[in-house]
């Protein structure tokens, strides 16, 4: 029922989109010939002031660069990884001097800290889960969540960090009978994690007390929907599902985001806006991410979308630059940039 | 769309499903 009910954003052609709605800013060159797996932006504290840095992950080596001006960066701090390759970055919030990464080939392996202690400046790197870990998000207050195996095996978990990243704290969650793909935290309702999962599914725990509090079958045009942003207003949730999976249909053209409407004490959902690409673009979602109102998209053309998720319509496309496509696109945590990365580790800046 | 398909709607539905859940 959702795609009838559903309202589908515009469909501008291409040439109607502004690309002056990306200036870029800043570059960050990769010297080494390494593959860019992620980035972040991220508070660092050094010599007790906190700074807008950047994480760049290749998949032998993960760098911290800290701004000079407004367009120059300088590398600061390094940390190599020669057993498991890394797979994402994983930032929590609320800590300043301390960032996740998750570890693996296909799937994730390990999950480890990375920090400079404040004594010696040098990089180090605590191991702080290892298994057959199937999602991972950080979360406010200095917490990490993580799910472990599948089905009725399946442990969720939450480690609480200090504020210097130090010491921790466990606390385990009731896990529901289907396994976890992606978690969400949702915005406007302290303590409540939602989670998707791979019989499309959306979970609700109270991350306070660790209940699972509602497990809702969304429709199954959302097979293998991803989480990107979810949050609660006037006693309804909003979810930014994407879909790796998405047909193109002639009604709907090409599918990327999908912002549904859950009552989570009823678990009735409906899909209020679908957000697909222009007319005359061609490609389907590879990867994205969603901040405020905004959600950026890599398509499998090499191109990145984005959407204003108010506006309901695409808002600006920017094509390979100098013939590499994009493969990694990621919101600033700390201002409105887009960080847009290349395979060759090259990672943009733009003003949105 | 309607939320009227969505059924009643609560605005502290997060206190009462946590009072209504399993400890």
Known sequence: ???????????????????????LISELKNPSSSCSVDVSAVWWERAGTKEPCIIAACEDVVSLWKPLNSVQWEKVHTWHFTEVPVLQIVPVPDVYNLVCVALGSLEIREIRA????????SEKQVLLKSGDIKAVLGVTKRRLVSSTGTFCNQQIQIMTFAEDGSSKDEQLLMPPDETILTFAEVQGTQEALLGTTTMNSIVIWNLKTGQLLKKMH?????????????????????????HPCARESQAFGSPVFQLLVINPKTAQSVGVLLCSLPQGQAGRFLEGDVKDHVAAAILTSGTIAIWDLLLGHCTALLPPVSDQSWSLVKWSGTDSHLLAGQKDGNIFIYRY | CSTADLGPISLNWFEELSSEAPP
Do not use: K, W
């Not at chain 1, 990375?114 to 400046?121: A, G, R, V, Y």
């Open chain 1, 114 to 121: 990375l920090l400079c202690p404040s004594d010696n400046e």
């Open chain 1, 1 to 23: 029922h959702s795609t009838e009910q559903t309202e589908i954003a515009d469909l501008p052609a291409c040439e109607s989109l502004n690309p002056g709605n990306l200036q």
């Open chain 1, 218 to 242: 969304i429709d199954d045009a959302y097979q293998a929907a991803m989480c990107h942003r979810a949050y609660s207003e006037m006693g309804l949730l909003f979810v930014v599902l994407s």
